[in-house]
T-cell receptor, first 113, second 113 residues
Framework: ETGVTQTPRHLVMGMTNKKSLKCEQH?????MYWYKQSAKKPLELMFV???????ENNSVPSRFSPECPNSSHLFLHLHTLQPEDSALYLC????????????FGPGTRLTVL | GESVGLHLPTLSVQEGDNSIINCAYS??????FIWYKQESGKGPQFIID?????DKRQGQRVTVLLNKTVKHLSLQIAATQPGDSAVYFC????????????FGKGITLSVRP
């Protein structure tokens, strides 16, 4: 266990559905991240939060909406997704946003029908 | 842009042999490097890291070598075991405020019994 949990582990949704992914870290870290992992591609950084403030949004479509209510919790709200959004969504945390070790959760396997 | 990559997509080794996984990076200003292991159905897990003021670092059965002259990073696994079968990622960063890790694509290590 890395101290980062994600729910649900698997999610199947239609293109018109609205769902949310949840991430929680028990490490006392101040930074949290959302990544998208697709087959045969490097991890794609989506969002970065530092002390509950969004510090990066890597040109992610607005159908993905992050929320960070406190430094331990991170959500990714999903609506009107496309089939190409099917992927493994990974949450990570680190002590700060400074380029050192990140601790990853197990991911949510998302399938959009 | 800067990139981090792996030379081969897959590596097959005999159980008990040593494994060497290579990684090239292009940002000469990078000063932190890390290897992650990702098993099927799990998120990436930290293996070992190294900073640019070192050229070698050893862990339990793993060694990371850094050659800054040619911008090359390698992960050596001694006496490879079936449990080592996974996807391995290298990542690099130029540490500092708001810096993030840049990940390579990943290489699959398959251990033959």
């Amino acid at each position: 266990e890395t101290g980062v949990t994600q729910t649900p582990r698997h999610l199947v949704m239609g293109m018109t559905n609205k769902k949310s992914l949840k991430c929680e870290q028990h490490l006392g870290h101040n930074a949290m991240y959302w990544y998208k992992q697709s087959a045969k591609k490097p991890l794609e950084l989506m969002f970065v939060y530092s002390l509950e403030e969004r510090v990066e949004n890597n040109s992610v479509p607005s159908r993905f909406s992050p929320e960070c209510p406190n430094s331990s919790h991170l959500f990714l709200h999903l609506h009107t997704l496309q089939p190409e959004d099917s992927a493994l969504y990974l949450c990570a945390s680190s002590q700060a946003v400074r380029g050192d070790e990140q601790f990853f959760g197990p991911g949510t396997r998302l399938t959009v029908l | 842009g800067e990139s981090v990559g792996l030379h081969l997509p897959t590596l097959s080794v005999q159980e008990g042999d040593n494994s060497i996984i290579n990684c090239a990076y292009s940002n000469s200003a990078s000063d932190y490097f890390i290897w992650y292991k990702q098993e099927s159905g799990k998120g990436p897990q930290f293996i070992i890291d190294i900073r640019s003021n070192m050229d070698k670092r050893q862990g339990q059965r793993v060694t990371v070598l850094l050659n800054k002259t040619v911008k090359h990073l390698s992960l050596q696994i001694a006496a490879t075991q079936p449990g080592d079968s996974a996807v391995y990622f290298c990542a690099e960063s130029q540490t500092g405020a708001n810096s993030k890790l840049t990940f390579g694509k990943g290489i699959t290590l398959s251990v033959r019994p």
